[in-house]
């Protein structure tokens, strides 16, 4: 038996009787993916195996399922709980993650570790005929696999590239999206389930202590009977790193129900995993109870200390950045003090985080006294050069009135840092709608609403304005929604920060890949047009519902402009429109809209309509 590979660690304490019966299992204790192998404690009617086969950590049931109704050949309805904590030595290696596998054999044969995650290799890789479907937990961004992130969830169908796959994190019952992070060390509880009758594959993460949330983070309508056959083993696979450990601390499954929920009073206690506090149930010995006390008794102490550090700190720096330069008294109203943003966003605290963007990140805050709610960006910006016009910028965008703009409440200056003070929009960027909640779609209404709203606020900067103002980075991540459903354009002048500082690689070109005029790149120079260019790829962007460029679709798909002008030759420009819409659209409004698309994002600018209203 080839034994480098595996793995278990096995404490079971086993859980219901139903073992033999071949619809699912309740597996209750722990293993850890790769690394050292102990074969002797099959205590369990649970029996799991390493595959033998390579050297790629893999642990599978030791029995196949039947996943396929033979007479219809369609898969069952199946579904699948496990917490899994990864420990990592070192953030910076951590390792490349782990993976949930089905797969016709008990392993995967000829799997490679690394960035295979121990479920293909180079030469089979993508191949219809591996019949592998697993569903990614990866911590490591691979561009050769299109990896959109280093923490990220995804299915994989076949190969590494994933069918669907977005940043990790789950969205709480009042639709914000609340970021996890993979490698922590604090366990997470994953579901996979799907669903016959509907065809749909459900993939969701949240953390131990709170319940599973209504929203899944992937959602993947497909069915999957190609991908089946009638017989086939589920497990888990590994990176197999030597940098990190990846545990599987309880797991459930179950064909044709709902897997049984995992009791988290259970979970054992694993050297270097960070338990929820809320999550922890009497697992704990007294002993560790004690030790738990002191040292949140020293914790304390230390902590009170560090406050006070930070107290005298915070008083002696505020001398200095009080300070103002003489041209700055002229913006008086837009300045807010450091310490009034400090206290509304509660010390930029994580919990406070909305998002991250290009810039800096996003930080919700009360105005302490007015209890106004603010939405804080905070810059890191340390060329101070065109600090001076970026701030008389900032006095003529505070005066902007529009209904479809996002107010500039204001700014804060300090040091290498600058803070932004916008009115904050509850329901998040229109990015989100679009992409990130998968049972969210917005109606055709909404949509030419939203179209309508933007091309109002981009009229307003170019044409009703004293000045000409350039927005430089129109895109869905930069239009955020409000409370009644209308979009408001956010982020202008930003770019031009960006333009003004000494970083080499933004100083020519500003905005985002996919929505940069191809003119700009001769010219070097924003103009109105270059921000029609990107309103119409943003149009077509909002209509069809797919992003500018999309290496994941067949070839003639990948540009989203090339595509929509093909089918507008064919004939059929409405093929292009949204599938999820199913045409519930107002026909002429829709091609109107698309047409007005391709015109605004005409490779001539000349060509491009200069004004929108
Ligand atoms: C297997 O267990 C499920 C639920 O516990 C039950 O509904 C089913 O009848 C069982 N099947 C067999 C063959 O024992
Ligand atoms: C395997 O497990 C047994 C029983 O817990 C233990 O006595 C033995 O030392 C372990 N072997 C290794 C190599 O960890
Ligand atoms: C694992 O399954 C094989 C058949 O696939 C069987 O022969 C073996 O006994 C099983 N192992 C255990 C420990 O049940
Ligand atoms: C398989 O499908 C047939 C036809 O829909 C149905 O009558 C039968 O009950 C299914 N078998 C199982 C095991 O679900
Ligand atoms: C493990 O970490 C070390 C540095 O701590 C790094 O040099 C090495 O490449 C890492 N190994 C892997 C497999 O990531
Ligand atoms: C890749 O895996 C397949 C089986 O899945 C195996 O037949 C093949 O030999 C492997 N290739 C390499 C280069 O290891
Ligand atoms: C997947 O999620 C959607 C939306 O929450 C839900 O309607 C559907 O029933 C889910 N399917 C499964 C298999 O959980
Ligand atoms: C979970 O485990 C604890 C301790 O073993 C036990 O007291 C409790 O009844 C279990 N809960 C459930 C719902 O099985």
Redesign the pocket.
């Known amino acids: 038996m080839s034994c480098k590979i595996l793995m278990l660690y096995f404490f079971l304490r086993l859980a219901s009787a139903d073992n033999n019966n071949q619809s699912g299992f309740l597996f209750d204790g722990y293993f850890k993916l790769g690394g050292s192998v102990n074969h002797s404690h099959m205590s369990s009617r649970v029996i799991l195996t390493d595959s033998g086969l390579s050297e790629a950590g893999q642990v599978f049931y030791n029995d196949s399922f039947k996943f396929k109704?033979s007479?219809?050949g369609s898969v069952?309805s199946f579904s699948t709980t496990f917490i899994f904590s990864v420990i990592s030595k070192d953030p910076e290696f951590s390792g490349h993650g782990l993976a949930f596998a089905i797969s016709p054999s008990k392993g995967i044969p000829g799997a490679l570790p690394n960035q295979y995650l121990g479920l293909f290799n180079a030469t089979n890789n993508g191949i219809s005929s591996n019949h592998v479907i697993a569903v990614e937990l990866d911590t490591d961004q691979d561009f050769q696999f299109d990896d959109i992130d280093d923490n990220h969830l995804g299915i994989d169908i076949n190969g590494l590239v994933s069918v669907k796959s977005l940043p990790a994190g789950y969205h709480s019952d009042d639709w914000h999206f609340k970021e996890l992070v993979l490698k922590s060390g604090k366990p997470l509880q994953v579901w996979v389930e799907y669903e016959s009758l509907n065809q749909q594959l459900n993939v969701t993460i949240h953390p131990i202590n709170i319940p599973k949330p209504k929203l899944p983070l992937l959602s993947l309508k497909r069915d999957l009977s190609p991908y089946f056959y009638e017989l086939m083993y589920v497990g888990f696979s590994s990176a197999s790193g030597t940098n990190s450990s990846q545990y599987i601390l309880g797991w459930s499954f179950r064909v044709n129900g709902q897997a049984e929920e995992i009791n988290l009073s259970r979970l054992p206690d694993i050297p270097g995993f960070i338990r929820n506090e809320e999550g922890a149930g009497d697992g704990y010995r007294k002993q560790q109870k004690i030790l738990a006390v002191v040292l949140s008794l020293t914790g304390g102490i230390l902590l009170l200390l560090l406050i006070f550090g930070v107290l005298i700190m915070i008083s002696r720096r505020r001398k200095f950045i009080q300070v103002l330069e003489d041209w700055e008294v002229l913006y008086g109203p837009y300045r807010f003090s450091y310490n009034d943003l400090f206290i509304a966003t509660k010390a930029f605290g994580d919990k406070q985080l909305l998002g991250k963007g290009g810039f800096g990140r996003v930080y919700k805050g009360i105005l302490p006294f007015s209890n106004i709610q603010i939405a804080v960006k905070r810059i890191s910006h340390d060329s101070r050069q065109g600090m001076k016009e970026f701030v008389a910028e900032i006095a003529t965008i505070g005066r902007l009135r529009h209904p479809n703009l996002v107010r500039l409440l204001g700014y804060c200056r300090r040091k290498n840092e600058l803070f932004l003070v916008y009115d904050y929009m509850p329901n998040g960027s229109l990015d989100k709608f679009l992409y990130r909640l998968p049972n969210y779609v917005l109606n055709w209404k909404q949509r030419f609403k939203i179209i309508k709203d933007v091309a109002s606020a981009l009229f307003y900067l170019h044409q009703q304005w004293v000045q000409v103002i350039i927005h430089r980075d129109i895109k869905p991540a930069n239009v955020l929604i409000d409370n009644d459903m209308n979009a408001r354009l956010g982020d202008f002048g930003l770019a031009r920060l960006c333009d003004h500082g000494n970083d080499p690689q933004t100083s020519h070109v500003a905005g985002t890949p996919g929505y940069i005029d191809p003119d700009i790149v001769q010219s070097g120079k924003s103009n109105t047009r270059t921000d029609i260019y990107a309103f119409g790829v943003f149009v077509l962007e909002v209509t069809c519902g797919r992003r500018p460029v999309d290496p994941r679709t067949s070839t003639e798909k990948v540009m989203l402009i090339d595509w929509v002008l093909n089918c507008w030759d064919n004939g059929a420009i409405l093929d292009t429109v949204d599938s999820r819409l199913v045409n519930e659209y107002v026909l002429h409004e829709a091609e109107l809209v698309l047409k007005l698309g391709l015109l605004c994002s005409h490779p001539v600018a000349a060509v491009r309509p200069a004004c929108l209203v």
Do not use: V, W
Request: hydrophobic content about 25%; charged content about 0%.
């Open positions: 109704n007479t219809t069952f």
